[in-house]
T-cell receptor, first 110, second 114 residues
């Protein structure tokens, strides 16, 4: 059974800092992994989708990496801004095609 | 292109009642999945539909059911509501079931059961 853990659970940083959010998963047999952000009371916004054959994906100030064999993904946010404040969730998609979501990292950029 | 639309945005029901939530996917998307989000359990997968057929199901009781119509719109029904069913219900759509298709979420329906 896939279990997804995100560390840290919460993070407060000053504006301009570069930061790394971590996601680990127990079953490495995944098709892809997606990163999302969620603003309070809203749905999820897709940030990046990494296929199992890829090592990383980039979009603007965001870069996500995937190490499938070790069950890890990281989301790198460069030059953080107050608008980046949100909860970030990772979700690997496994053999049954289900996405299993992590517990999220709540980010506050001061 | 319009995003995923969920209606209604808010619902208040009493225990024992039933409720139907609606989801209109992005035009051209054929896969629709549903999730329940609560502070204690986080985001949990309910079920996924593709071409009007349920393709995947999460670990929820039979009170939770859904369906998909020929235009890909989907509905989710919860019967005999319990207090623990209070949650944000999110619908997501994707082009199809294959792995290169990202999920796009609606803003959810906030269900409160009293």
């Amino acid at each position: 059974k896939q279990e997804v853990t995100q560390i840290p659970a919460a993070l407060s940083v000053p504006e301009g800092e570069n930061l790394v959010l971590n996601c680990s998963f127990t079953d490495s047999a995944i098709y892809n992994l997606q990163w999302f952000r969620q603003d309070p009371g809203k749905g999820l916004t897709s940030l990046l989708l990494i296929q199992s054959s890829q090592r990383e994906q980039t979009s603007g100030r965001l870069n996500a990496s995937l190490d499938k064999s070790s069950g890890r993904s990281t989301l790198y946010i460069a030059a953080s801004q107050p608008g980046d404040s949100a909860t970030y969730l990772c979700a690997p998609r496994g053999g049954t095609y289900k996405y299993i979501f992590g517990t999220g990292t709540r980010l506050k950029v001061l | 292109k319009a995003g995923v639309t969920q209606t209604p945005r808010y619902l208040i029901k009493t225990r024992g009642q039933q409720v139907t939530l609606s989801c209109s996917p992005i035009s051209g998307h054929r896969s629709v999945s549903w999730y329940q989000q609560t502070p204690g359990q986080g985001l949990q997968f309910l079920f996924e539909y593709f071409s009007e057929t349920q393709r995947n199901k999460g670990n929820f009781p039979g009170r939770f059911s859904g369906r998909q119509f020929s235009n890909s719109r989907s509905e989710m029904n919860v019967s005999t509501l319990e207090l623990g069913d209070s949650a944000l219900y999110l619908c997501a759509s994707s082009l199809d079931l294959v792995s290169h298709s990202p999920l796009h979420f609606g803003n959810g329906t906030r269900l409160t059961v009293t």
